[in-house]
């Protein structure tokens, strides 16, 4: 089965960067999109950021265009998450998601998460 990991989360100050990766192990899966969702202690999970793999179009939440970058690496089937600019409110389990079926189905495989905590 497809096995996706997140690596990068870690503690910093309000204002800092982080970057966040995530890569596939396992089978080999048609690629159509990799995105990153967070869910904060309390709240629902959240879209954060999106990438089609065919054109490298990319999707961002509102709360993070401009701070937060998505990119990929084709040949490898990895995604990466540039976050800049962090505020305390970026807190939260940052999930790496992939699509195995089409551009427009569900996000099929998912990640353990890492964990992101912005401090003020």
């Known amino acids: 089965q497809v096995q996706l990991v997140e690596s990068g989360g870690r503690l910093v100050q309000a204002g800092g960067s982080l970057r966040l990766s995530c890569s596939a192990s396992g089978r080999t899966f048609t690629n159509y999109g990799m995105g990153w969702f967070r869910q904060a202690p309390g709240k629902e999970r959240e879209f954060v950021a999106g990438?089609?793999?065919?054109?490298?179009?990319?999707y961002y939440a509102d709360s993070v265009k401009g701070r937060f970058t998505i990119s990929r690496d084709n040949a490898k089937n990895t995604v990466s998450l540039q976050m800049n600019s962090l505020k305390p409110g970026d807190t939260a389990v940052y999930y790496c998601?992939?699509?195995?079926?089409?551009?427009?189905?569900?996000?099929?495989?998912w990640g353990q998460g890492t964990q992101v905590t912005v401090s003020s």
């Open positions: 990438i089609r793999w065919s054109d490298g179009g990319t």
């Open positions: 998601a992939a699509k195995g079926v089409s551009w427009y189905s569900e996000y099929g495989y």
